[in-house]
């Protein structure tokens, strides 16, 4: 759609160099385990913490763990990674129970 692709260019260039620089120390991120794959041949994804950070660094990490994602997924197939979430780390709590339904 026009206005997605409108605005992930009004995003710029998102990297590796960015997404890193918030990991030391780490107290929160997650980051695609390239080149590990599942048993299925899945990417997977390792989770520690909550995100943390501004709105627009949440945005450029999530953005970047998706767009590694998509480049790593066979054309025409769906992204379908093994996440897993350390809960042991200080920024991790559990979601609201106004979200859990």
């Known amino acids: 759609c026009r206005e997605k692709a409108a605005w992930r260019k ?11 620089g918030r990991m030391s120390p780490p107290k929160s991120f997650t980051a695609v385990m390239e080149p590990h794959r599942d048993k299925r041949g899945d990417p997977i994804v390792w989770s520690v913490g909550l995100p943390t950070g501004s709105v ?5 990490d999530t953005v970047y763990i998706n767009e590694r994602l998509i480049a790593l997924t066979k054309v025409g197939q769906v992204p379908r990674p093994m996440v897993i979430i350390d809960v042991r780390s200080p920024t991790f709590r559990p979601p609201e ?5």
């Open 10 to 20: 009004g995003l710029g260039r998102v990297c590796m160099r960015q997404v890193a």
């Open 56 to 60: 627009d660094e949440i945005t450029r």
């Open 97 to 101: 129970k106004a979200l859990v339904k």
